[in-house]
């Protein structure tokens, strides 16, 4: 079994300051973790992955996750906000189990950004 | 590049009702998805294919039927529309390639049922 837990729902800070979005899980075996964004009436778009390469993932928009197994967390980090970075952002795991891709999403963290 | 494409973006749909949505990709991905996303609920998989012709129910199938005639093409049916069917689907589809492949998505059907 697997689960994802994003630690909240909502997150505000202001423009320039830092962005920390937390995310911890469980799964029974070695799983990929990604982080989706999902801006108004969008659909999902990857920011970065892990698949067990570098525990230090860095993606797209400055945004970049640490695995840190002992925790089971793989947080996601922006050194300044932008406007353009208030969205939902999702936690995601994934393990093959089964024959096919199990993926389990967390519930979304929104991000506000405050000029 | 398209991407993955569903169609239609809005639609309302009485009780009872029955409607199909279509999800189109173009990348020759094998997996395809379909998921429903609900405010507080992140995203609940409901049917899911690994390849055409093959289908199987994920974690909310009940209410939909979904069928995969072509490797491009997923589609999700509900055949009687009910209220708690109003949801925004996504579809999404994925490589073969292990627990590792991204899942590329769709912009999303709003789907409300009065």
């Known amino acids: 079994a697997q689960s994802v837990t994003q630690l909240d729902s909502h997150v505000s800070v202001s423009e320039g300051t830092p962005v920390l979005l937390r995310c911890n899980y469980s799964?029974?075996?070695?799983?990929?973790l990604f982080w989706y964004v999902q801006h108004p009436n969008k659909g999902l778009q990857l920011l970065l992955k892990?698949?067990?390469?570098?525990?230090l993932v860095k993606g797209i928009n400055g945004f970049e996750a640490e695995f840190k197994k002992s925790e089971t967390s793989f947080h996601l980090t922006k050194p300044s906000a932008h406007m353009s970075d208030a969205a939902e952002y999702f936690c995601?795991?994934?393990?093959?189990?089964?024959?096919?891709?199990?993926?389990?999403f967390g519930t979304g963290t929104k991000l506000q950004v405050i000029p | 590049n398209a991407g993955v494409t569903q169609t239609p973006k809005f639609r309302v749909l009485k009780t009872g009702q029955s409607m199909t949505l279509l999800c189109a990709q173009d990348?020759?991905?094998?997996?395809m998805y379909w998921y429903r996303q609900d405010p507080g609920m992140g995203l609940r998989l409901i049917h899911y294919?690994?390849?055409?012709?093959?289908?199987a129910k994920g974690e909310v199938p009940d209410g939909y039927n979904v069928s995969r005639l072509k490797k491009q093409n997923f589609l999700l049916g509900l055949e009687s529309a009910a209220p708690s069917q109003t949801s925004v689907y996504f579809c999404?589809?994925?490589?073969?390639?292990?627990?590792?492949?991204?899942?590329?998505f769709g912009n999303g059907t709003r789907l409300t049922v009065t």
């Open positions: 999404a589809s994925s490589t073969p390639a292990g627990f590792n492949s991204p899942l590329h």
């Open positions: 799964s029974s075996y070695s799983p990929s």
């Open positions: 892990y698949t067990s390469a570098a525990t």
């Open positions: 995601v795991v994934s393990v093959f189990s089964g024959g096919y891709q199990k993926v389990t």
């Open positions: 990348m020759n991905h094998e997996y």
């Open positions: 294919s690994v390849g055409e012709g093959t289908t």
